[in-house]
């Protein structure tokens, strides 16, 4: 056959085809119309009285969607009221009830776009493939959509909440509610950004009926810390612990707990567990931002394991490092929500936010209300930080490899001698890093001859940095 004889919208069919089997769906042309073969048929060329419509689905052999297949490359927007047409006109024997034809997507295999006619302001969103049949048939067995009931919450309680953080919570409920996919919180670090996350949580599951929320932290430690306050956060007129009421789950290379409500990771560990990568604990303790720097290529496929709806909401802290370079195909490989938390808020940030800045809580403020305190920078100089230093041949240095972060041990037949630009790049000097202690500070100086090994006139109390004789030097 002419390769010419093909239409252009026949490459997207097939692509559509693999994704839809992909997903669970059983696809099927009209003269073997089977709808007990599985949960899921999708049936093509379905006809309607507006003509043939590329796909029609049925879940548990009731119509309840179309598909409209479009060639690589066009406008899918514009054609989001030709598939409402067919849904308004498909055969009225296959329809039982009111509003049971709702699901409408455009695809052209590479893109795919989507519109529950059931939400309050039905308005289509972006996919990354097509919905399970098991999540439509739930979907059609609920009273309410979720953006539905997103528009009637209940009033917030605001008992131990400061007020950026009930702005904060009231900002995003309504913008949720009026259909916003992404919205962007400006809060000054130490304004409670978290505890604001475990109050949204909280509410979104308990009024909202979301089933799974997934928060992403910007280093390992941190999913620790966030894990531990949402165990130990106590959701106001409960009585309870927020563990007691809700599976929490720290995502590990296990995969996804089906039963976890909250799942706390870093994107670096979502990605692993989407693509089947391994991931070492070291590389999570690095920031998302640090290693998107890396020129390292990251395509995300779909992963039948975890589907698109597998979360309602993602919150992303830190969100003006994690939406950069590729780790923005994992956020965009869910079809959520997602709110971003920052202190520091970049065009970058606001761009992929579509300028959805719902509440903001500066450093300033923070300082005027009296949650944060002012400062002042100065800048503490070292022999070393000023010079640089040699290490003495004979050592055994700790030399780590940047890429997989595995140290080894060399031991030096000539002197190293660094300079300060290589400080904290090149070389690492732990004793200019790590924070002061004030017990093994006397403790050495004690070694050391007590007072008299101090310059005289030096104060009681031990000085700000470390004296470079007591640290540096034997």
Known sequence: MNE?????????RSLIDKQLAGCGWIIQSKAEMNLGAGLGVAMREFQTASGPVDYGLFVGRKLCGVIEAKSEGTTLSGYSEQAARYIADVPPNLVREEGQVRFEYVSSGTETIFRDHADPDPASRRLFTFHRPETLERWLKEPATLRGRLASMPPLIADGLRACQIDAVSALEK????????????MATGAGKTFTACTLSYRLLAHAGFRRILFLADRANLVRQTRDEYL????????????????????GPAGLD??????IATIQRVYSVLTGKELSEDEEEASSFEISRAEVERLVSYN????IESFDLIITDECHRSIYGTWRQVLEYFDAFIVGLTATPSLHTLGFFGKNLVAQYPY?????????VGFEIFRIRTEISERGSTVKAGYDLPVRDKRTRAERYEKLDADFTYTPDQI???VLVLNQMQPFD????FARLDELGGRDFLPEGAPDDPPAEPDPRVFFDK
């Open 304 to 307: 039948r394991s975890i589907p």
């Open 175 to 186: 913008s949720m509610g009026r259909n916003r996919q992404r919205a962007l919180v400006q």
């Open 364 to 372: 300033e403020r923070s300082v005027v209300d009296g949650v944060n």
């Open 232 to 251: 130990a956060y106590r959701p106001p007129g409960t009585g309870r612990s927020f563990s007691e009421i809700y599976n929490v789950q720290k995502l």
């Open 424 to 426: 904290d790049r090149s």
């Open 4 to 12: 010419f004889a093909f239409h252009p919208e026949d490459k997207a």
């Open 258 to 263: 089906k039963d976890a409500q909250i799942v």
């Open 438 to 441: 004030a017990d093994a500070w």
